[in-house]
C-alpha cells in the first residue's frame, strides 16, 4: 500500500488531515497517561504480566517517555493473561473505558486489542465507516510463544503474516472509505497499490473481516517453548528467547515507573536495528492519520 515515508509524503501534501496543535498535543499525551496509569493498576492488582512495547518501549529508553512525534502507546501482555483482563475489564475499567479484540464475541478493527476512552475522538481516516469505536486508544498486542523447530516456526509466522495481511486488505474492501482512497490517489504509486489492495480483499470477502481477524488471532497463540514473539504481522522480527522479555523490569515513562522488556536493548534492536537510538529523519517517522480529534471535556 506505500511505505512509512510514501505515507508522510503524502500526508504533507494533504488537506484532509487534522494536524494536532500543541495543546492537543499535550492534551492526547496527558490522556494517555491516564490509561496506561490506569491499566498498570488493573494489570498489577489481578497479577497480570505486561511491559511496553514497540514504540513505547523505544520512547522510555531513547526519550524518557513519549516519542516527540509519536501519538499511541503500545503495551506487550502475556496471552494466557487475557482472558482474565477481559473478564474483569467491565468492572474494573468500563466506567472509562471500552475494548474490542479478536475471539471475545465482540466486532475488533484489529487481530489485537484496543482499549478506547469513551468521551473521547480520535478519527483515522481509513475508519470514517466503520461502528468501532473511535476514542483515543492504546494498542495491546499478546506476547506469544513460537516453535523451536526452525522450519515450523517458519511456516507458522509465515501463515500468521498471511493472514495479518489478508485481514488487513478485507478490511478496506469491508469498510470502504472515500477519505482514504481519495488519500490514497495523491500519487500513482500509493493509487495502484491501495487499488490492489482493495481488489485482493474484495476477493476474500466472502469470508468477513471479523472472521479473518479471529483466525489469525488463533494462529498466533502458540505451545509453551524458550521462544517468545508479538505475532501480530511482524513475527519473525520478533522472534526472541523468552529470556529478553521475561521477567519484565523496571523503567521510567514520562517520570511514571513503568516495565519493560528484560533486555530492552536487544528487544528493541531486534525490531528497528542496532542503530535504534539515533533519532530518525522526518521522512521516515512514523505517525497516525487522524482526521478528527477531541480530547473530551475533561481537558477543557
Given amino acids: 500500500m506505500g511505505t512509512t515515508a510514501d505515507m508522510n509524503v503524502l500526508a504533507r501534501k494533504s488537506t484532509q488531515l487534522h494536524a494536532l496543535t500543541e495543546e492537543e498535543k499535550a492534551q492526547l499525551k496527558k490522556a494517555l497517561l491516564e490509561m496506561l496509569q490506569d491499566l498498570m493498576r488493573v494489570f498489577e492488582k489481578h ?26 502507546l503500545d503495551l506487550l501482555v502475556l496471552r494466557k493473561d487475557l482472558p482474565k483482563f477481559f473478564a474483569i475489564f467491565e468492572r474494573e475499567l468500563g466506567d472509562k473505558y471500552e475494548f474490542t479484540a479478536p475471539n471475545t464475541g465482540k466486532e475488533s ?44 516456526r517458519w511456516i507458522k509466522g509465515a501463515f500468521c503474516n498471511l ?7 478485507v478490511f478496506y474492501a469491508q ?33 468477513p473481516h471479523r472472521t479473518w481477524c479471529n483466525w ?25 528467547p523468552k529470556d529478553i522479555y521475561l521477567p519484565g523490569k523496571k523503567g521510567l515513562f514520562e517520570g511514571v515507573e513503568v516495565v519493560l522488556p ?12 542496532k542503530d535504534y537510538m539515533q533519532v530518525p529523519p522526518p521522512e521516515k517517522r512514523e505517525r497516525h492519520f487522524v482526521i478528527a480529534f477531541d480530547a473530551g471535556t475533561e481537558s477543557l
Fill in 47 to 72: 497479577h497480570i504480566t505486561y511491559m511496553l512495547g514497540f514504540g513505547s518501549c523505544l520512547g522510555a529508553v531513547r526519550h524518557g517517555g513519549f516519542i516527540p512525534w509519536d501519538d499511541d
Fill in 109 to 152: 478493527k484489529n487481530n489485537f486489542t484496543k482499549i478506547y476512552k469513551k468521551g473521547t475522538l480520535f478519527l483515522e481516516i481509513s475508519d470514517t465507516q466503520t461502528s468501532f469505536p473511535k476514542g483515543i486508544y492504546i494498542d495491546i498486542f499478546p506476547l506469544d510463544y513460537a516453535p523451536e523447530n526452525k522450519f515450523l
Fill in 262 to 273: 528484560q533486555q530492552p536493548e536487544i528487544y528493541l534492536s531486534s525490531i528497528y536495528g
Fill in 175 to 207: 469498510y470502504p472509505s472515500a477519505e482514504m482512497s481519495l488519500f490514497m490517489s495523491q500519487s500513482r504509486k500509493t493509487k495502484s497499490a491501495f487499488f490492489i489492495r482493495k481488489m485482493f480483499g474484495k476477493c476474500l470477502s466472502v469470508i
Fill in 216 to 240: 489469525a488471532d488463533k494462529m498466533m497463540s502458540g505451545r509453551k517453548s524458550h521462544l517468545m514473539t508479538i505475532a501480530c504481522g511482524r513475527y519473525f522480527n520478533n522472534v526472541l
Fill in 163 to 169: 493472514l495479518c495481511q489478508i485481514a488487513v486488505s
